[in-house]
């Protein structure tokens, strides 16, 4: 299919939605369609999954239709399930979050400037693997910190 010059996959590309493999979608709809998108993800994983619950297509055959794993399509047939159509957007890969930096080991931080006063992220990165036997970065430690010094106060239940 040619690019139109509406500029689609640029947006699709923006949107974190343009699809990696639009060449596997072997779906009779997307063949020379000019509705049904290969490149556009969502609209793929959504006719993959409608075909699924509606027109009770196995996942296997799913799959192999729209050029994506088994897995793949199971996790879309769930999370649609679950999230209607948010679900099937592209999730971000990997951590969510500085998951070493605890809440232990931020009162670890506080507690020691309170002692010592103010110290480098290289020094508090290097007792706090002392201490906890987590290695950080020392930048991961500072985002930590001016995250949590943007945040509003909890109020007290």
Known sequence: MQDPPSGKPDRLRQAGLLNPHPERVR????????FFDPRDILQVRYEMV????LDKLTLAKAAERFGVS???????????????????LPQRRGPRGPHKITPEILQFVDDYRALHGRASSATLVALIEQR??????????????ARREKK???AAP
């Open 27 to 34: 779906d009779p709809r997307f063949a020379d369609s000019d």
């Open 50 to 53: 409608r075909l699924v619950r």
């Open 70 to 88: 088994l897995p793949t399509c199971f996790r879309a047939a769930k999370a649609f399930a679950q999230d209607g159509l948010q679900g099937l």
């Open 132 to 145: 906890f036997g987590v290695g950080l970065h020392p930048r991961g430690l500072e985002k930590a910190l």
């Open 152 to 154: 509003p106060p909890q």
